[in-house]
Structure formats: C-alpha cells, structure tokens
C-alpha cells in the first residue's frame, strides 16, 4: 500500500529563472535523532513501532520558512508537469497524521494483549526517486482517505508543514526474527500476533533539504468523494511552494516528503489514502 501523491514541477521558463537558487540553498544538515525515518507510507507503523518516528516536535526545530499555500483541488493533477504519481490505495482503514494535545488522548483495546494503548501523535509521508533529469518542485498532491474518520473538526484551519529530505544508502528490513506466528517474540504492541509488526528498517540516512510552513488546512467537511462515505473523505489536496521554496531535486537521486500538523489541537487528525 502507498500514499496517493503527485509531484509538480515549474514550466520550463520559470526553471531558467531559479537556475541559480540551488547552488544557494542551505546544505543539507545530518537529521538531529528526532528527524523520522521513513521509506514507505506502507510500513509507518512498523517504523513507528521500532521507535523511529519521531514526534512532531523534532521537526519544527528545523529551520523553517512560510511560502506555501493549501487548496483542495476538484480532481487529480494531471498533464506533464505532473513528473512523479502514484494512485493506489486501499479503501478502508483511517491511518492518519495526528497532534493532540498532551492529555487528550483517546484509547484503544489492544485483544490480544487484553490492555488499553494510547494513540501516539504521527507525521506521514513518502520516498520517491528522481528519474536522469532533475526538476524544480512546485506542488505535492495527496488524497484524504476512506475510511470512518478521513477528516477530523480539529484539522480545519489548522497549521501544516512540508518537509524536504534526501534520502541515502538502501533499506533493509529487520524482521526481529519473527516470521512465524505464534510462536516468537513479538513486539508488544498494537496486533502482537502479526509478526511485522516489530519489524523496522536500516541502512538509509535522511538529511533535511527544506521545511516549508504557513499553510492552513482548508475546511473538507463539505465534500465526499463516496457519497455514502465520511465527510471529507476522498479529496485532493495540493501542498504548493511559492517563491525560494520551490526545491530544486537532483537527478538519480531519492528524496522523501513528510506531512504534518505543527501545533496540537483536540480531533486534530487527517486520514491519508494509502
């Protein structure tokens, strides 16, 4: 399963213009031990399980600008500026970007463990790999998801950031040594039963190119994709970068984007499509 998204680029005449702006941006930092490892929207949960995701609170550390702007858009991005897609997902589920307030946290009933878990706040995202031509970034596209809650009150008007990083080196997936199930030990958390659930992955680093902030999430609850469906569920919507935020991407290079609210709030949530 992955995230539904799209990747801009500038018209070829707004290229020449900002020729000169990636020789100038800011060198990519080493990512500080809160900078979250991804590789794929597919294996959040294992990554967040193996404890590296990290909390929101490490990102907006980061040096940050405001030049962006967030529309929900009628239909999918399409034509040649659109370089990189990808619209599989999987209907159900309600896998989302949270931030709630420290001590408002709603529980779940783990069956197996026979205990109530907290919901931990998550941030999500995606790699993706430059072709042989690099190009200037413009726009990230995502689709809310389909499930029961695609759109939560607390994400309306709320605060967004988009994060830029370079990826390097190859994924492994550690597998805890737990391929069958039962028996084995199994990470104690959500599903313990499943034996991926403790897996994680090494071998990459991440180091930041840009932090991109500003932006409001604009109002969902009025629209549906499945009419029989959740407000909010099924949308569009485009993370645009104005100005020096517009990232130049190097060719033959692997980049990841993350999506995340900046300050917490109650029902702060938003589904992805993945």
């Given amino acids: 399963m992955s995230n539904i998204f799209h990747l801009r680029r500038l018209q070829p005449r707004a290229l020449l213009g900002a ?4 020789a100038s941006q800011p060198k990519a930092q080493k990512p500080s031990p ?8 597919a294996w959040r949960r294992h990554l967040a399980a ?59 009933y783990d069956t197996v463990l026979n205990r109530y878990y907290y919901n931990r706040d998550r941030d999500l995202g995606q790699t993706f790999r430059v072709g042989g031509q690099g190009f200037t970034l413009e726009a990230v596209t995502i689709r809310t998801g389909f499930g029961t809650l695609p759109f939560r009150p607390g994400a309306i008007g ?11 080196g190859t994924p492994v997936i ?15 958390t959500f599903n313990p039963a499943n034996p991926i659930t403790d897996d994680y992955m090494t071998g990459e680093s991440y180091a930041n190119v840009r932090v991109v902030r500003g932006a409001f999430m ?39 984007f993350l999506i995340g609210f900046v300050e917490p709030a109650a029902e702060r949530a938003l589904t992805f499509a993945n």
């Fill in 34 to 41: 809160g900078t979250p490892k991804l590789r794929r929207l």
């Fill in 19 to 22: 020729a000169g702006r990636w």
């Fill in 174 to 188: 550690n597998n805890h040594g737990t391929t069958t199930s039962p028996p084995g030990t199994r990470w104690q």
């Fill in 158 to 168: 709320a605060e967004m950031y988009l994060q830029i990083l370079a990826v390097s």
């Fill in 50 to 108: 193996a404890g590296l995701l990290a909390g929101l609170a490490g990102l907006v550390a980061l040096p940050a600008s405001a030049a962006m702007t967030i529309t929900r858009l009628t239909n999918a991005p399409a034509g040649p500026q659109v370089l990189i897609s990808h619209t599989n997902y999987d209907a159900g589920g309600n896998t989302s970007i949270r931030h709630y307030p420290r001590l408002e946290r709603d529980l779940k």
């Fill in 218 to 256: 604009p109002d969902l609850t009025a629209y549906r994709s499945d009419t029989n469906g959740a407000p909010g569920n099924g949308q569009f919507v485009r993370f645009a970068l104005t100005g020096d935020d517009q990232v130049r991407l190097a060719p033959n290079t692997t980049y990841a």
